[in-house]
């Protein structure tokens, strides 16, 4: 880092904090880190001040990132993914059913080619309720015939 005496630029912190990154010991970094932003407080740049006051009011989530390299984003995909299913669930009656839409959106579930599949190797397709009325339907025994026991 520059001394502390010579005032820097935006441009020049900005670089200086992408160092941050690529410190591989996470001690060094935060060590790394706590000097970058007593060198932003001392610039008088009021959006990085105020970037450095964001990093230091989730001070723990950042050094913590540092240790395990691990992101919320996929949790946040998760939630992303459930909040579409509420909305698609809307007028659903049961929470119930309000899971099953979130397992089937977040599982990605894709029926389709099963289906396919099935009636390519001349398997009977799937009977849906319509289809099943439809290939036996009810006859009434005429009054004709005689009723055998």
Known sequence: MPSRSRRCGPTT??????????????????????????????????????????????????????????????????NSLIQAAKRRARGYRTNRNYITIIYLIASKLDAGPMIAQATRNDEEPPRTRSTITRARPHTAPSRSSPLRI
């Open 13 to 78: 912190l900005a670089q200086q904090f992408d160092n941050f990154y690529e410190i591989d010991d996470p001690d060094t970094a935060e060590e790394y880190l706590r000097r970058w932003i007593v060198e932003v407080d001392n610039s008088g740049l009021d959006p990085l001040q105020k970037f450095a006051r964001m990093l230091e009011d989730h001070w723990l989530g950042v050094i913590r990132w540092r240790h395990s390299r691990v992101s919320n984003g996929r949790f946040e995909g998760l």
